[in-house]
């Protein structure tokens, strides 16, 4: 069992910065969490892969729509990843899911989800 649990989310002015971070813990952390990643759902909208990278850190990806902005990193001493989000626009207002999976990539699934946090760009 591995559990996620996202912070960081609030409100920001358009072309600001937010860094949201994922804590994960459990009995079979890390074995069964071969890769980690975030999502994210707008109102109205499907939930949107937004990017992942391997607990190793060898392999990452991240989604067209905010490639050059966000960047993903993980501290593995601290089974800590982040999102680092810049330049931030008013599209990308969504609840931010961190999530986790058993293999590579992610995409489109995952195996364990956090329950969410909401980040709203104004203007």
């Known amino acids: 069992q591995v559990q996620l649990v996202e912070s960081g989310g609030g409100l920001v002015q358009a072309g600001g910065s937010l860094r949201l971070s994922c804590a994960a813990s459990?009995?079979?952390?890390?074995?069964?969490?071969?890769?980690m990643g975030w999502f994210r759902q707008a109102p109205g909208m499907e939930r949107e892969f937004v990017g992942a990278?391997?607990?190793?850190?060898?392999?990452?990806d991240i989604a067209r729509s905010v490639k050059g902005r966000f960047a993903i990193s993980r501290d593995n001493t601290k089974n800590m990843m982040y999102l680092q989000m810049n330049s931030l626009k008013p599209e990308d207002t969504a609840v931010y899911y961190c999530?986790?999976?058993?293999?590579?990539?992610?995409?489109?699934?995952?195996?364990?989800w956090g329950q969410g946090t909401q980040v709203t760009v104004s203007t």
């Open positions: 990278i391997t607990w190793s850190g060898i392999s990452a």
């Open positions: 459990g009995r079979t952390f890390p074995v069964s969490m071969y890769s």
């Open positions: 999530a986790a999976r058993d293999g590579w990539p992610m995409r489109n699934s995952a195996d364990y």
